[in-house]
């Protein structure tokens, strides 16, 4: 799903700018050595946060196959505590119900979350002046800024943007 290869991107992208993946416990920053996400599931007691873990580790297929059942088990109240705790960063994706963009609220003690909307077509104008028609999504970073700044999330965005516009990268 679009889902899963935005958070195989997200991944790929916190490797890339490892200071990223981080959270604040409090009195300093604490890094992560590995990339846990968690994914914003609406519920009918709410929205819960279940945690994709390892996802640098995942292919596409394992990574897809864990955050449906993680999704699945959300939605029928059937997550265990250890599923929801953790991660440095998370995904709302409000694509699916043709939101273009907004913007969402930390989870803390996470140190960011990135919301996206509707991917849609919409006039571009190409690198040699032509106009034409590309597919097109609004992201939109929070971020505390005591573990990312807005120069360590302009960084952290342009990795995650070459990594969608050149999914092939996802793949090495």
């Given amino acids: 799903s ?9 991944a790929a992208a916190l ?22 996400i968690s994914v914003a599931v609406s519920t009918p007691v709410g929205l ?22 993680l999704i699945e088990r959300a939605r029928d109240g059937k997550l265990k505590q250890k599923e ?12 699916m119900y043709g939101v273009r963009d907004f913007c969402a609220i930390i989870n803390p003690p996470q140190s960011a ?23 097109v999504m609004t992201m939109t970073l929070s971020s505390d800024h005591r573990v990312i ?3 360590l999330a302009a960084e952290f965005m342009q990795a995650l943007k070459t990594r969608l516009e ?3 990268l996802l793949a090495l």
């Fill in 113 to 135: 979350i990135l919301a996206v909307g509707a991917a849609e077509q919409r006039p571009v104008v190409t690198d040699d002046g032509a106009l034409d028609v590309a597919t």
């Fill in 2 to 10: 679009v889902n899963d290869l935005l958070i195989k991107a997200i």
């Fill in 15 to 36: 490797q890339a700018v490892p200071a990223a993946n981080a959270v604040w416990n409090g009195e300093s920053i604490r890094r992560y050595s590995t990339v846990d």
């Fill in 149 to 151: 700044d807005g120069s």
């Fill in 84 to 95: 929801i705790e953790g991660g440095s960063f998370s995904i709302s994706n409000l694509g």
């Fill in 166 to 168: 050149n999914p092939v």
């Fill in 48 to 69: 819960v946060t279940p945690v994709v873990r390892g996802v640098e580790k995942l292919g596409m297929s394992a990574l897809a196959t864990t955050t449906k059942e």
